[in-house]
């Protein structure tokens, strides 16, 4: 319980125990998770906030700053803090903290130092390094509580000191890396000039700037390479702005393509190497990007043709630049030329290229020199492992050869090695974003070093591997390919074969609701007929049990008047339901031969082993359907019997109908009691609706009387409970005044007592005292010495 009462502290209402609580809880959880969760958990993240808020956010005094110290310790390196901070709604109120808005009210130091904690807190929460899931959940609960577009509007403000700008950059790159919502929004920021400008311009143009800080350029670079992190829309976009038929003409605005190439080809090698590693990003594993970015065409100087960008980024690495410079061009052209087969054949098209990195390799060159030839072998690696063998001169095979030959393959592996044995090579590959002390340390970048490590495995096979086992790989290839185009086509196949399945399982629900529908009418209909029943056999009991010929007699005599308009809505309800049949008879067929005709189909497969994966697939399928229709048809029998059996009590109908007819002209006596038995009986049930409708109205008469006492009742209730209402106050009066009464008895107690010590004084004083007085404490004397127990005239004694 310790951490839980020093947490009491943070509520103190002195500022002093309080802020020595804070500093506490800081060396308590620097380095200590358990203590962490536990604070985290004692409702540490409500309390720092509300402390945070009230001292005023990033105006506040070092307060401030042990609070975000404190909560920094919190969630640093604690995924189920972050997740607690997440889930408790507490990014939201972060939000206050970064509207700061583009005044220039000025920048004290500790509003300065604030801000910057509170930054880093925001990076705490969607580091690179926490989990792709929390870190995805926190960048969307900061975009869609606004804290992105707040840190946005510093981005773009006048007059933010240099730091903070920096940070918020770095804020920025980490809230929208990976995330397509925020990435998204990013690339909508436009920054307050006239013509407004996209943000990525402008930064872009911070970065390429030689004379803007060494860590506001590394922040730029970070930023687009979080903005082109698994984003092969922004990636699409930026490569398009390269392409000629996306280039202003007028020249009015500078887009991204052009501030990159600017700086690829400008004197400043850290401009160099930035804008390369930038457009190489562009094409991180985007293919398509790749060869779009083969079209690109460069004007070098006027009168001469134009040349291509891959092109003249080789034209640069002869001319002997810089190593900065040639190191930015050589990770630009390898992630190019990576899982790029078109582009390797442009690159092998110039014949100058490959006796140009052979001629790099081969040479023994001082230490500085080593980083620039391994990655030269890495790039003829390249070009060796992703070769299509289009162009013959530059064949696998023949490529193998030449390194043989000039080389040597253990001499190329050794160069090849250089690249991942460079002490900054390590440094970069331990996080993404570009941390560097100073220019000269700007070497390697992050994603490169994946691409290495992934490539430099395979090509140390790819080299030493025999034309034979070339051969044996690429027909394995084709077979692959083969194969998957029939798996492709297959799964095409039963793709549309889904869709038929489910557009007959729609008809077959809709039939099935048809016949529930067809199912409901026949029932309706066999109760009608069930009710005529029930009245004739009524009727055939009222008018007594007759001879067989009177009682057909009477049971005509009492449907006439209703058996005609009954017969004919049956017949007309029997032909409805015929049709009905005879529609769900053809559509049954149709469907039979749809399932024949994909049968048929499913037999003609090329690929056995496929056809008989879809074939048994369809076929259960089919099977399905099948035991569906049985079940149809055994309902549409079901419901043919029905109607067989209506048919035949028509049929019954009829003939009574006509033993009816011919009894009327026979007997004309038995007619004349048959009428006046229906008369009685009509009779019989005038009186019975008479009564009905007697009954009703007590009934209605009661309902009311009810109603009324129920009303009565209600009002009762209400007068019981304001009387009730009435003796509660009643009694808390009662009670008040009891108390009063015993306040005032133990009042005149204690001055009945005073009184008689008073006069006990005088006595021993000798002053006398009146009889009366006397008689009284006589009296008084009497009732104490009854009251005390013996044991006090032992006390007196």
Known sequence: MGVSRLMDLLADSREVIRNDGVLLLQALTRSNGAIQKIVAFENAFERLLDIISEEGNSDGGIVVEDCLILLQNLLKNNNSNQNFFKEGSYIQRMKPWF?????????????????????????????????????????????????????????????????????????????????????????????????PRPAIVVLLMSMVNERQPFVLRCAVLYCFQCFLYKNQKGQGEIVSTLLPSTIDATGNSVSAGQLLCGGLFSTDSLSNWCAAVALAHALQENATQKEQLLRVQLATSIGNPPVSLLQQCTNILSQGSKIQTRVGLLMLLCTWLSNCPIAVTHFLHNSANVPFLTGQIAENLGEEEQLAQGLCALLLGISIYFNDNSLESYMKEKLKQLIEKRIGKENFIEKLGFIS??????????????????????????????????????????????????????EVKKTLEQHDNIVTHYKNMIREQDLQLEELRQQVSTLKCQNEQLQTAVTQQVSQIQQHKDQYNLLKIQLGKDNQHQGS???????????????????????????????LQSQLTEKDSVIENMKSSQTSGTNEQSSAIVSARDSEQVAELKQELATLKSQLNSQSVEITKLQTEKQELLQKTEAFAKSVEVQGETETIIATKTTDVEGRLSALLQETKELKNEIKALSEERTAIKEQLDSSNSTIAILQTEKDKLELEITDSKKEQDDLLVLLADQDQKILSLKNKLKDLGHPVEEEDELESGDQEDEDDESEDPGKDLDHI
């Open 99 to 195: 509207e700061v808005g583009d005044e220039n009210s000025g920048w004290s130091a500790q509003k300065v130092t604030n801000l910057h904690l509170m930054l880093q807190l925001a990076r705490v929460l969607v580091s690179p390094t926490n989990p792709p899931g929390a870190t995805s959940s926190c960048q969307k609960a900061m975009f869609q509580c606004g804290l992105l577009q707040q840190l946005c509007t510093i981005l773009m403000a006048t007059g933010v000191p240099a730091d903070i700008l920096t940070e918020t950059i770095n804020t920025v790159s980490e809230v929208i890396r990976g995330c397509q919502v925020n990435q998204d929004y990013f690339a909508s920021v436009n920054a307050p000039s006239n013509p």
């Open 421 to 474: 044995k460079h002490e900054l090579y390590s440094r970069a590959s331990q996080k993404p974003q570009p941390n560097f002390p100073s220019p000269e340390y700007m070497i390697f970048d992050h994603e490169f070093t994946k691409l290495v490590k992934e490539l430099e495995g395979v090509i140390t096979k790819a080299i030493y591997k025999s034309s034979e086992e070339d051969k044996k790989e690429e």
């Open 553 to 583: 007699y009477s049971e005509g005599a009492q449907m006439n008047g209703i058996q005609p308009e009954e017969i004919g809505r049956l017949r007309e309800e029997i032909e409805e339901l015929k049709r009905n049949q005879e529609l």
